[in-house]
């Protein structure tokens, strides 16, 4: 009888991702005018996190019982310190990662907050101009995003 054929070792998920899990998440375009044109917002992961150094916007998931606004605001709060005024939705984005995980991912524009940016979880944030984003290490979920954030294909305004 022939041998089964060996099964590959699966990358590791993202730890805390069960497999069918769908992560529900929200995140914001902070928004501010430059001298080109809106800035953005951008952070980059940690080296010790998952998806390590790659260039996310701010945000989180969403807790049971939460509406995507309120998991934002808290989010925004926890991560950068700051009351963020939560504006429109921008685009909904549905990825399936490699590595078995999935994300939901629900983005807000946002134009106000108090408080004073607080840098509390990245290793660097930084605010860019939407034709720079596409050379920038970004998540996978969000390249769709910045390209049409890039071309001008979606609008913030
Ligand atoms: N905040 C944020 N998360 C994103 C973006 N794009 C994207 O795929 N994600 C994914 O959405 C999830 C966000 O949840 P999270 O911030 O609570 O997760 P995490 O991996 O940083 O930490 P944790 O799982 O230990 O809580 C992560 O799996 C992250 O990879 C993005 O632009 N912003």
């Avoid at 005018?33 to 260039?55: H, T, Y």
């Avoid at 996310?56 to 939460?66: D, L, Q, R």
């Avoid at 009351?83 to 629900?106: S, T």
Wanted: aromatic fraction near 6%.
């Amino acid at each position: 009888m022939k041998k089964p054929i060996p099964k590959l070792n699966r990358p590791r998920r993202t730890p805390g991702t069960k497999a069918g899990e769908v992560r529900l998440v929200a995140a914001a375009l902070i928004l501010r005018p430059g001298e080109a044109g809106d800035e953005v917002l951008v952070c980059q992961r940690k080296p010790d996190q998952p998806m390590a150094l790659k260039w996310e916007f701010p945000g989180g998931k969403i807790e049971a019982g939460e509406s995507a606004e309120q998991a934002l605001k808290r989010e925004l709060n926890e991560e950068l310190g700051i009351d963020a005024e939560i504006g429109r939705p921008l685009i909904r984005i549905r990825h399936n990662y490699r590595n078995g995980g999935a994300v939901d991912l629900q983005f807000f524009v946002v134009r106000s907050f108090a408080g004073e940016l607080d840098n509390r979880i990245f290793n660097e944030m930084r605010w860019m101009g939407f034709e720079k984003l596409p050379h920038m290490d970004f998540l996978a979920a969000d390249l769709g995003l910045i390209k049409d954030l890039a071309d001008g294909k979606i609008s913030v305004s």
